[in-house]
């Protein structure tokens, strides 16, 4: 078996939204010694560089991101689930750096996770859902200005829908983005419709596919394993995957049923895929380390460890 790349940075604790915030967790570092004592899966790890004011500029307006800074200084919210100061800007650097890295490691067909990442809440213009840069949207524009990569496939499975990366790929013929979610009508972000198929030049590049709270394993990989089978053909230079384990059934925000073992399925349904860069993204139950640990063990092929 091939060796796991980790991306990680002790600079991602400082994105830290505070006390009663869900994303306040040290799930990265908790995550990387539990890997360490479990020992069933090699890994090295890359120290997340930090992104640059123009790798931000990349997705998002530069008015945004004088807002963001104005925003940090004064110690006030982007919106009502997104506080931002100086150092939580400063942990947002870092992830955005970091998944620049996980891509360019994926680009060498390297097994890849940054173990954060995915804040596809933030748009071109705005900042929600615990998220002030979308890291994903950056780190594609930026191979893409480099002349790395052409077409990219982003799969998206959080259960929440990504209003800001729709937002900032809706025109772009260039990246197919496939997200399923939880129904918008109940939960945040009330967007992501499956009607929502793309703007312009990128009409039909805009997959929303919204399940129903309470959805079970069986009904999830019956369509998570359709849409596979259905952006088969789109031939893409990598693809990004956005690994919510917020889909959990004992999650906090989340309404569907999945259980600890879906997420080896899922993995397993990742296992062929070359060029891929894995996101460990949202996440908000005690059984993050089990549903990330699984997930890696259907993805890289190695017997489970865990009950
Ligand atoms: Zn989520």
Known sequence: MKELQIVYSNNYLKYDLGEDNPISRDKTGKFLRFLKE??????????????????????????????????????????????????????????????????????????????????????SYFGSGFCIFNDHAIAIRKLQKEGKIEKVTVYDLDVHAGQGTQEIFYEDPTVLTVSIHQDPNTLYPGTGFDWQRGRGAGLGMNINIPLPPGTTEEIYLEALDSVLEQTRSYTSDMRVLLLGVDTYKGDLLGGFRLEQESFRKIGERFRDFHKLAVLFGGGYSRKIPDLWMKFLEGYLGVPSHIV
């Open 38 to 123: 479990e020992g069933s899966i090699p890994f090295r790890v890359h120290e997340a560089p930090k992104a640059t004011d123009s790798d931000i500029l990349l997705a998002h307006t530069e008015r945004y991101l004088n807002r963001v800074r104005q925003a940090a200084i004064n110690g006030v919210e982007l919106d009502p689930d997104t506080p931002v100061n100086l150092e939580t800007l400063e942990g947002a650097y870092y992830i955005v750096g970091g998944t620049i890295l996980c891509l360019s490691l994926a680009l060498e067909d390297q097994r890849v996770v940054n173990i954060i990442g995915g804040m596809h809440h933030s748009g």
